[in-house]
């Protein structure tokens, strides 16, 4: 037994030995900045059609008024450029590693908690305590965590001879989403930003917009289960939850986090079922930040429409783990808070533009 354990202990230093030596043996370059980074689900939205709560859209038990209308009203016809969104809501452990980078880079973002957890720091809990402004500065440092972290994978595997990956590339090239102005500075500093200039076409990490947000909440395809239809595409009920195949407390408890299952605190993301995009926690858990401000919704035909800044307002969406079932359904838009707060039932979910 003894031989055994001492020639087992020469050939893993003989193999460490010769994976030194041998050019031609080496790992593949990663563009990964974190073991919690997110994996994301591409979307390509077929244009929705808009429909007034009272018509096809079921009514609620409760008094429904604009917050419980959700983003796609009546008469509005909205068509979404493609996006991909992330499987779940940020976790701390992302968001510690990035921050942790950014604050050496420049950057000025606030801490952010493993969820409701205080001093217990559990990594694959929902971030919380972040504001709007933490969550635009923080998207943008990943953005430049990435692309650095890619940059530095394609000159190894350059000097190495070799292959690079497309995933590898595109990272290369991302830029950061949100700056002062058109053709203005990165914003780095949560404490300078207020109404940014957000340019898509830079592929970085971003907040979605309400009417992606929805979307990717609500879409069912050709599944007509608990879903009304929305031009193209049948859509979850407004008065149901994120996955969900019917609108009482059974349903909601199979996907969704609220004050009824939670034990009174966050809990880990993707542990409920997930929606038809495989998305997890879309409603419950957290809320969710959205980039948009709190102005009237437009009516008519737009393309990726983003609600105007008309005050320090922000909106979030989808419920946390202390809200009753009637602030989790899918249709209840327009809470919103100001864009400097921050809250142990607010956090953040991913996007990026194709």
Partial sequence: MKISKIYSGVVVILLAALLMACPGVSAKPSAKVSQYENTFVSVTPVKVAGKAVGTDNPSYTSTVGDNYAGAFVGDRTVTISPFSIATTELTYGLWKDVRDWAITN????????????????????????VSWQDAIAWCNAYT??????????????????????????????????????EGGEVLKDKNKISTPYMDKKAKGFRLPTSVEWEYAARYQGDDATNAVKLGEAYFTRLDSFAGAKGNDAAACDEVAWNKANSDGKTQPVAMKKANYLGLYDMSGNVHEWNYDGVGTLKTGEETDPVASFVDD????????????????VLGYYGISTNFTAFHLGVGLRLVKSL
């Fill in 106 to 129: 420049g950057y000025v973002i606030g801490m952010g908690k493993s969820g409701t957890r205080g001093a217990k720091v559990e990594e694959n809990h929902p971030v919380t305590s």
């Fill in 313 to 328: 307002k922000r909106v979030v969406r989808g419920g946390c783990w202390n809200n009753d079932l009637p602030i989790l």
């Fill in 144 to 181: 430049e965590m990435k692309a650095a972290k890619a940059k530095e994978a394609i000159k190894l595997a350059r000097e190495k001879n070799l292959s690079i990956s497309g995933e590898i590339m595109q990272a290369s090239q991302m830029k950061p989403v949100y700056y002062d102005k």
